[in-house]
């Protein structure tokens, strides 16, 4: 299996916040949020993959503005990191002022997934060659990030983890 490029799964969704989707703050709700980002970055690892893909966790996301009614809202996601079967899907969320048209990050998250066959059973996903320095920079820290959890969960011991040891322990060896 050949490795892809973050830019191979790069997904783009663009939408406007409608007043249905608010809050009585006329703000997006929270949870619209999650869906927008959930089918962008099922988009992007659908693309690396080329697989059926299913959500396995929400690693991280971060409410940062309040998204108001009218607003243009815009989620990018993008693969950033393949382990044997999963992808680290890394969502970044931007706001267009609706008058001034000034557009800042709103939010981020962190999705994995799961590539699946047709009777949903794990399958392997190709590698990731990040190429920008952000790239690069969030497929370092997807190791990380999936250590922390597999050791959370008591599915890898703390001294296995070794990309989190080496963020803790000076080893001048």
């Not at 929400?58 to 990018?76: D, I, K, R, W």
């Not at 969030?138 to 250590?147: D, G, S």
Request: aromatic share 6%.
């Amino acid at each position: 299996m050949q490795a892809k490029k973050p830019s191979e799964s790069r997904t783009t969704m663009t939408d406007m916040v409608l007043p249905s989707e608010t809050n009585p703050l006329n703000n997006l709700f929270g949870g619209e949020l999650l869906a927008r980002m959930d089918r962008a970055a099922s988009i992007a690892a659908r693309r690396h993959s080329r697989r059926i893909t299913v959500t396995a966790s929400v690693n991280h996301v971060a409410f940062n503005q309040s998204v108001p009614v009218g607003s243009v809202l815009t989620v990018e996601a993008a693969v950033s990191r393949a382990f044997k079967t999963s992808m680290e899907v890394y969502i970044d969320v931007w706001m267009e002022d609706r008058f001034s048209g000034e557009r800042s990050k709103a939010n981020e998250a962190i999705y994995t997934f799961v590539a699946v066959d047709e009777t949903g059973k794990p399958t392997e996903v190709p590698e990731l060659t990040p190429e920008t320095d952000l790239e690069k920079e969030r497929f370092e820290a997807a190791l990380r990030r999936k250590q922390l959890s597999l050791v959370l969960a008591g599915k890898m011991k703390p001294s296995e983890a070794t990309e989190l040891r080496a963020l803790f322990i000076d080893d001048p060896s």
